[in-house]
């Protein structure tokens, strides 16, 4: 019985130097993915900051708006053959409205400035996982487009209950099933002037997405917003 006290405490003092352990591998490797987010961003005569100077989080964008506990780290910013943009490692919290239960989601994202003059309604272009009748954010109304190939690989969401011609057309319909086999992002919204692109979503923590996506991103945000009005009057 006078061992029972003693094998708590070591159990107890295991469980906090294994914490500490953690804590201490995972700032490391929080570091070490900034330091060459930086180097990336110094290459490209990009800006660097390890939070969000920009308050991308606090924005109006839809995926910005999802869950709580909104974080943007390892932001990069600069122009990009002429789009002027801010990407981050993207982290927000989503519960399921049913207890406690919640799940922390990781997108790497890049939000560009288009011309002020388009005014655009908030609309989302996610690609499909599996069927979904419900809406992807409170206020944005799921709609067909009626061609079976595009409404078969992708959910638009708009405001106001009608898809904007000058978002959804032939030619961005066309653009985006062809991006299918080259491209990893996700998802596209417009809103105002402005573009968001992201990554799919990931469960796991993790702080290295965007230097995995960045490039992916750029060419994805130009692509779009070269086909949202006729070339040259975006920028």
Known sequence: MTDQPLVAIVAVAGVVIFTIIQFVRLARQ????????????????????PS???SLAGSDLPLMRRGGGQQCTNVVAGLWQGVQFVAADYRYVERDGRGPAHWHKFHAVLVAWLDPRLQLPPTV???????????????LRPLLIG???FDRRFQVEVAGGQIPGGVVHQAMVTYLLDSLATTTVFRWEVSGSRLLVASAPRNQPTEDMLLEHIEDLLAAAKGFAERLAP???WR
């Open 125 to 139: 272009i996610t690609r499909r996982v599996v069927p979904a009748a419900g809406g992807d954010h409170v206020g």
């Open 147 to 149: 061609w079976e190939p």
């Open 52 to 54: 969000d100077p920009y």
């Open 30 to 49: 929080r570091q070490g993915v900034r330091e060459s987010v930086q180097q990336f961003a110094q290459r490209n005569a990009f800006e660097f900051a």
């Open 231 to 233: 070339v040259g009057s």
